[in-house]
C-alpha cells in the first residue's frame, strides 16, 4: 500500500508493482544468492529518437550485469508506413530475444535508461504484455543508480541463455478505429510534446496535428527535474484532469508506440489500465483516409467528457 493519500484516502496504485527504486536495486543486487528475493535480470535500453549511439553509450558504463537491448532490432518489427515506425515485433523473435537477454521463468525483470524510463518503458510493456507478470523500470534510471552509489562496467555483458515462454496478450491493444472510438467514448490521450499535438512541428511523420478528439498528455509531464515518476498522488491528479480516472476507457499513442508505454506505466501506477495504441502517429499520419485535427484539441476534461 503507498503511503500517500488522496482527498484522505490511501492510494493503492500499485507503484511497487511498476517501478523499483535505486536503492531497492542496490539491494537485490547484493543480495548473496539462495537468500531473500531472485536477483533480478538487468536490462539497458539505451535509445533516443534520432541517436544510434546506445550501444556504445552502455559499453562505456552500465549496472553491473545489465544486459544491452537494442529497441530497433529487438522491441519492434521492421517500419513500414501500414503499420508504423515501431510495430511490434513478432512474438517469437521478443521470446527469441528474451532468452538471448537472460530471462528466466519466474526471475524478475528490471529495465531502465538515461531518459527518465522513455525508452526502457517499451521494454516494460512488451514484456508484460508477452507475460512476464515482474517486470519493473528503475526509477530514474541510470542517473538514479549513479546518485545512490550504484558503481558502473564496461564492455559487453552476454546473458546465460534464459528459457522464458512468452504469451502475448496481457496488456490491452487497440489499432486505429478503436482509436478513433475511443476519443469519442472514452480517454484518448496523446503522449507527444504539446507542439507535436497542436500541429505547430512535425519533425518526423507526414501529416502533423492529432487524431480527432485526443486528449494531449506529454509523457515528460510523468517525471519531476530529475526524471524520476512524480509521487502518485500528484501521477493521479494529472489523469484525473485529463479525464483518466478509474472506471473510465482509457487508451494511449504517442508517436510511433514508444514513449507512450511510459503513459501506460505511469497510469498503472495509479492503478488505471490504458491500452497502447501500437502504430500511433506514424500509422494514423500515413494514411489519407484518416483525419487529422490540429490545435489545442478538446482541452482539460474533468470527468472523461471533452469541456
Known amino acids: 500500500m503507498d503511503s500517500e493519500t488522496i482527498d484522505g484516502g490511501p492510494v493503492d496504485s500499485g507503484r511497487a508493482d511498476v517501478l523499483v527504486t535505486a536503492q531497492e536495486l542496490l539491494d537485490l543486487l547484493g543480495r548473496a544468492s539462495g537468500s531473500g528475493p531472485i536477483t533480478p535480470v538487468v536490462l539497458d535500453v539505451r535509445w533516443e529518437l534520432g541517436r544510434s549511439d546506445g550501444h556504445e553509450q552502455y559499453l562505456a558504463g552500465h549496472v553491473p550485469g545489465a544486459v544491452y537491448v537494442d529497441l530497433e532490432a529487438d522491441l519492434a518489427a521492421f517500419p513500414s508506413p501500414q503499420h508504423g515506425r515501431h510495430p511490434l515485433p513478432e512474438p517469437e523473435d521478443l521470446q527469441a530475444a528474451a532468452r538471448r537477454w537472460g530471462v528466466r521463468g519466474g526471475v524478475p525483470v528490471v529495465v531502465y535508461d538515461t531518459v527518465g524510463g522513455m525508452s526502457a518503458a517499451r521494454a516494460w510493456w512488451l514484456l508484460r504484455w508477452a507475460g512476464v507478470a515482474d517486470v519493473r523500470l528503475l526509477d530514474g534510471g541510470l542517473p538514479a543508480w549513479l546518485a545512490a552509489g550504484g558503481r558502473l562496467d564496461v564492455g559487453e555483458v552476454t546473458a546465460r541463455p534464459g528459457d522464458v515462454v512468452l504469451e502475448t496478450g496481457a496488456l490491452a491493444t487497440i489499432g486505429p478505429d478503436e482509436a478513433r472510438a475511443l476519443a469519442e467514448t472514452g480517454v484518448l490521450l496523446d503522449a507527444r510534446a504539446a507542439e507535436r499535438f497542436r500541429g505547430e512541428v512535425e519533425p518526423v511523420d507526414p501529416r502533423a496535428g492529432h487524431i480527432p478528439g485526443a486528449v494531449s498528455a506529454p509523457t515528460s509531464e510523468n517525471l519531476d527535474e530529475v526524471g ?63 483525419p487529422v485535427e490540429t490545435g489545442p484539441g478538446v482541452g482539460v476534461r474533468a470527468t472523461g467528457s471533452p469541456s
Do not use: K, M
Not at 250 to 257: A, R
Not at 267 to 290: C, E, F, H, K, T
Open 228 to 290: 524520476r515518476f512524480l509521487p502518485t498522488a500528484d501521477l493521479a491528479a494529472r489523469f484525473a484532469a485529463l479525464g483518466a480516472v478509474g472506471g473510465a476507457s482509457v487508451g494511449v499513442y504517442c508517436g510511433s508506440g514508444v514513449t507512450a508505454a511510459h503513459q501506460v506505466a505511469a497510469l498503472a501506477v495509479v492503478g488505471i489500465d490504458a491500452a497502447l495504441y501500437p502504430g500511433s502517429w506514424s500509422q494514423w499520419s500515413n494514411d489519407a483516409d484518416r
